[in-house]
């Protein structure tokens, strides 16, 4: 249900002229193992998950690393929810260096670390 909401969102805004316009991330929060357990349901493997990126200037069909052979760990180019942040930010046009002063007037940077990916912009 999630690929067809997916695919019929990303076709409208095709559709509409305004893919460009929008900055679409769509993040898992984990990966899953390929065996069902004893209670129905798959375990996780918190090492690697799926994201997929599209519009607001995106390099479109861009696969950035892999994964072992089953799944459960980043093989290349593993990339950290920094670096996801960091993309995101970077296509909206807000500035990495963006601090905020805490409650004391402590300067707290809003992205504390990574780096837009590159192979994406």
């Known amino acids: 249900m999630l690929d ?5 969102l990303v076709t409208d805004l095709v559709n509409r ?3 460009d316009d929008v ?5 898992s929060e984990f990966g899953r193992t390929p065996r069902i357990n004893q209670y129905a349901s798959r375990d996780h493997w918190c090492q690697a998950g799926s994201i997929v990126i599209g519009g607001g ?11 072992a052979a089953r799944g459960e ?3 290349d180019h593993p ?3 920094g670096d996801v942040l960091a993309t995101l930010y970077h296509v909206l046009g807000i500035d990495l260096n963006t601090s905020f002063n805490d409650r004391t007037g402590r ?4 992205l504390a670390e990574g780096e837009p ?3 994406l912009l």
């Open 73 to 75: 760990f980043p093989r």
């Open 107 to 110: 300067p707290v940077p809003m």
């Open 17 to 19: 002229g305004m893919y």
């Open 79 to 81: 990339v950290s929810p």
């Open 23 to 27: 900055a679409l991330f769509v993040l």
């Open 117 to 119: 990916i590159r192979g």
């Open 4 to 8: 067809q909401a997916i695919a019929g």
């Open 57 to 67: 200037g995106i390099r479109g069909g861009t696969v950035i690393g892999s994964t």
